[in-house]
């Protein structure tokens, strides 16, 4: 495992269309599974997906549409063998 530098970010936050941008920086792994996991203020998952990605750099939009009940969401981030977790408010 290399030395971790990543930088993190879920934006906007909080969201009122239910789009999140997720960005993650300065990835040293040469390729990377990363998975999304979002959970709902009662702990029930309302998303998960996987990604493959390779370089220092991953960005997407989580369609977070299914989220429509205003809360506190963790989203909970995996890089390899690293996890992340973040809260993402939903007006």
Do not use: C, H, K
């Not at 909080?14 to 997720?22: E, F, T, V, Y």
């Not at 939009?61 to 009940?69: C, E, I, K, P, W």
């Amino acid at each position: 495992m290399n030395t971790t530098s990543e930088l993190l970010s879920i934006w906007p936050n909080p969201i009122s269309d239910g789009r999140a941008q997720l960005r993650v920086e300065g990835l040293l792994d040469e390729d990377q599974q990363i998975t999304v996991d979002v959970y709902d203020p009662l702990g029930r998952r309302v998303f998960a997906e996987r990604f493959a990605n390779s370089g220092s750099l991953f960005n997407t939009v989580l369609d977070l549409s299914t989220a429509q009940s205003a809360g506190i969401y963790l989203v909970n981030i995996s890089v390899n063998d690293r996890t992340y977790t973040r809260r993402l408010v939903v007006n």
